[in-house]
């Protein structure tokens, strides 16, 4: 059985979208395919489980091709608030080591390859004793480096985590650097590949940046921010992506130009002069993915109705339309099981520009 331990130099780098990516498509090569990540930091509760979202994603692809997996193998420790504080007056490395040993074994059953995911960087989990360095040498993996786009940044960032994993006796395969501006893109691509050559380490995909991947959903915002939903909606609607926010602190002329497709538009409840033209924009030609109304401020009856009307749905903060922003700013977007066509893009694009069977040969 093959295996591989996909790692990062921080958060956001595309540990998920590579990780997903090489489950899809070499699926089709190994058929057998199984996916753990040991350590999550980011969970819900699915059937009275805490799981981290990254393997619940995982879990709903592996299905389309008839491979079931249990969620809870998937992923044995879940990094829940209190862990780190409850862990450091009473550790013990023991216990968690014999949970992801475990969950791994089960997991690699019966399967060819078996795709491991890391969280955070080289060093993260070292506060109870599993990094991702000690956690893939456990695992007998060999890693892949993931960074994001960049020349100088990338390869200071790996050159860092791969000292760390081979001080842990872990071999790195080679590096991913995600997240490649397009206009940028063969310009980075030829100075990375000729920059880590030099280091000694192989470029195993250069991906350019997609920025479809970075939308979020109105439902996600929603979530994530718990802005409340002033109307009952469609479910369909609240999965509407934003491409763009648009702070309505201007006149509805200069704001006018602002107002795209997939426009979130965030404005204080009493600026109707801006909700009457988000309503505008929606009827002729701009599809308004949804309002935030801030300062808890509520526009007349007949403006909420005109939105519900157009199913357009309308959230409700306390913030200040500053804080709104910054919110929503904020969020980690990630890829949910219900995005379809960001599943169908992140598995094009792995296919595309990363080296699978060069990775299949090294591991």
């Known amino acids: 059985m093959k295996k591989v331990f996909i790692a990062a130099t921080k958060q956001n780098d595309g540990k998920t979208t590579v990780a997903l990516g ?21 969970y819900l509760e699915e059937e009275g489980l805490k799981i981290d979202e990254d393997s619940l994603l995982v879990e709903d692809a592996l299905k389309a091709y008839g491979i079931k997996c249990k969620l809870k193998d998937m992923s044995p420790v879940a990094v829940e608030k209190g862990f780190t504080e409850k862990y450091i007056l009473k550790p013990d490395p023991g216990a968690i080591s014999g949970q992801i ?22 060093g993260v989990g070292s506060v109870f004793d599993h990094s991702n360095a000690q956690v893939a040498r456990m695992l007998g993996s060999k ?17 860092l985590d791969k000292a760390y994993f081979e001080k842990a006796g872990v071999k790195v395969l080679g590096v991913i650097v995600n997240k490649v501006m397009p206009e940028k893109f063969e310009k980075i691509n030829d100075l990375v ?17 997609k920025p479809i991947l970075s939308y979020p959903t109105i439902r996600q915002i929603a979530e994530e921010t718990r802005f409340k939903l ?40 009493d600026r109707e002069d801006i909700l009457k033209l988000a309503l505008d924009s929606h009827k002729q030609k701009n599809r308004i993915s949804g309002i935030v109304l801030s300062g808890d401020l509520m526009p007349a009856e007949e403006i909420i ?18 804080n709104c922003a910054s919110k ?27 080296d699978l069977d060069s990775i299949s040969k090294r591991m």
């Open 143 to 159: 890693v892949i480096l993931v960074s994001s786009g960049g020349i100088g940044r990338p390869i200071d960032e790996i050159m």
């Open 305 to 322: 109705d005109a939105f519900k009307d157009e199913c357009i749905p309308v959230m409700l903060s306390r913030d200040d339309t500053y």
């Open 101 to 122: 040993r475990s969950s791994f074994g089960r997991v690699a059953s019966g399967q060819n390859l078996v795709v491991i995911e890391g969280t955070g960087h080289a």
């Open 22 to 42: 090489m489950v899809l498509n070499l699926q089709e090569s190994y058929k057998k395919v199984g996916f753990i990540k040991p350590v999550g930091q980011r």
């Open 328 to 354: 929503i700013h904020d969020i980690n977007i990630k890829i949910r099981p219900k995005d379809t066509e960001k599943i169908a893009i992140v598995k094009q694009i792995i296919r595309d520009y990363v």
């Open 193 to 209: 590949r000729r920059g880590f050559r030099r280091k000694g380490i192989d470029v195993l995909g250069v991906i350019p940046y």
């Open 230 to 269: 002033v109307f009952k909606c469609d479910d369909a609607v609240l999965d509407n992506r934003v491409s763009r926010i648009v702070v309505g602190a201007m006149q509805p002329k200069d704001a006018r130009k602002y107002i795209v497709d997939q426009s979130l538009v965030i404005t204080p409840g």
